[in-house]
């Protein structure tokens, strides 16, 4: 007898099916969402330091904190799908709204944050410890406490009481979390890389062999009197004889900086000045001052290894400027001293004459 009642099972197992689905594509969206939907948390740029050894839950915790991902579980997500992939340690940084996945690949791929700081030939740890405190990298006592600790060169240089000199000019990638030491160490390691290109030269002193502390302050000498690559090794020759025959340097850059030790530096060199005994005053001292005065770049060094040949004895600014006039005896100094005077007067005249003029 027919009753007119049909079996549920079919229709019910289609129903089911299509709430499975339903529920798939759900999870497939959400899956989707949380490793391509881009976020940011964050105002400003958002700085996150990976320290060496950091596990995926402490990045992904590192990171959420940071508001770089929403949720930590978002990161870990990724991980699982790329469970082999290398997360590399260091600081990065983050500007702009991105997805997990695209942060996950930038720590992949090892997209580290630095920013670069150059430290100009001719700049001694005071100069470096100001540029760095203008720039918002250091503070300048910091560096200046950094600065003062031989430690970093002693095996180089045991007699040196600061890294003056060893703070090698160069352009350096920094991150954002730079120590003080760390710092340091970076210049003094570039320091120890091109004091070892220097014994590929063929014509230079084997530096192994050099007295490293006398190179390197003979070099800042040279450094700060003149900015010409083709003078260094005739300012070098300068020093190198006068040194021989037991004459006083009297270089003007170590005045300066015994006035910067002593903190009274205002930008010009007095009488005073050049009277005081400090032992970097080398108008009132024989020799060598006990250290350097600068951090000499490669060519300084070089010329400090390897001087000219020649019987220079003195050097005066040139009256067309920009250069120097070398002398063998006081007379052919003191004349050209003259010719300088008269150059720097005639340039006042006209100075003022054109001021007036306006």
Known sequence: MTTGYQMPGRPRSARLKKTVAGIAITVLVLFAGALLLPYRGFQN????????????????????????????????LVRAVRPSAKLQAGEYRFSNAASAREVFNRIVRGDIYYFEFTVPEGSNMFDIAHELEAQKVLAAADFLRAAADPAPIADLAPKAKNLEGFLFPSTYRLTNGVTAEQLVRQMTGEFRKQWKKLSDDASAVEPSKANIQHVVTLASLVEKETGVADERPLVASVFANRLTKGMRLECDPTTIYAALLENRYRGAIHKSDLARANPYNTYQNAGLPPGPIANPGAASLAAALAPAETKYLFFVAAPEGGSHRFSENIAQHEKAVVEYRHAAQRAAVHKNAEGKKR
Not at 46 to 72: C, M, N, Q, S
């Open 45 to 76: 740029d958002a700085f996150v330091d990976i320290p060496r050894g950091t596990g995926t839950r402490g990045i992904a915790e590192a990171l959420a904190k940071a508001g770089v991902v929403r949720y930590p579980w978002q990161f870990l």
